[in-house]
């Protein structure tokens, strides 16, 4: 009777110490959760739309129907640089790389994408140029501030 009330008190210490070890884990992890939700609570806006977030409503809702009419005209561009990327990561996923093709396909992106990027600079263009000059201020502003927040970095070795 004493080994086995002895067992029992050994089994009872250690089911407590791991529930307050999975308890200490789900609290620790549920503070750390809501935590992080509180310091993040606006979205980290990339590209055009941090640009787009910091006009007017009627100019950002101009500039959306611009930049949808050019998505849409460039449609096939759009597929063709898809297609090439994934061609180039096919290439890369091969057993043997065929070095030529891989060229080919890379060309076939990077110009997919310098044509597609021309045509939506072009629309940006045509924006500003029927903004007002405090508008086109404002706009300048936030592709400054975009350029300076999405300055590429060089890996170093």
């Known amino acids: 009777m ?13 089911s407590l110490l791991l529930n307050v070890f999975l308890i200490g884990g789900v609290v620790g992890g549920l503070y750390q ?11 980290v806006q990339h590209g055009l739309r941090q640009t787009l977030a910091q006009l007017p409503e009627a100019q950002r809702h101009q500039l959306r129907r611009m930049l949808r009419e050019t998505r849409l005209k460039n449609k096939p561009l759009i597929v063709a640089s898809r297609q090439a990327h994934l ?3 096919h290439r890369l996923q091969a057993p ?18 310098i044509t597609l990027r021309t045509r939506v ?34 890996m170093n070795d």
């Open 2 to 14: 004493i080994q086995s009330s002895k067992r029992l008190k050994t089994l009872l210490v250690a």
């Open 33 to 43: 959760w809501s935590s992080h939700q509180r310091t993040t609570g606006t979205v």
């Open 87 to 89: 061609d180039v990561i």
């Open 96 to 113: 043997t790389l065929d070095r030529d093709a891989l060229d080919v396909d890379l060309d076939r992106a990077r110009t997919a994408d």
């Open 121 to 154: 600079d072009a629309t940006l263009a045509d924006f500003a140029a029927s903004l007002p000059a405090d508008e086109r201020k404002t706009l300048a502003e936030a592709i400054a501030s975009r350029r300076h927040n999405n300055t590429p970095k060089v």
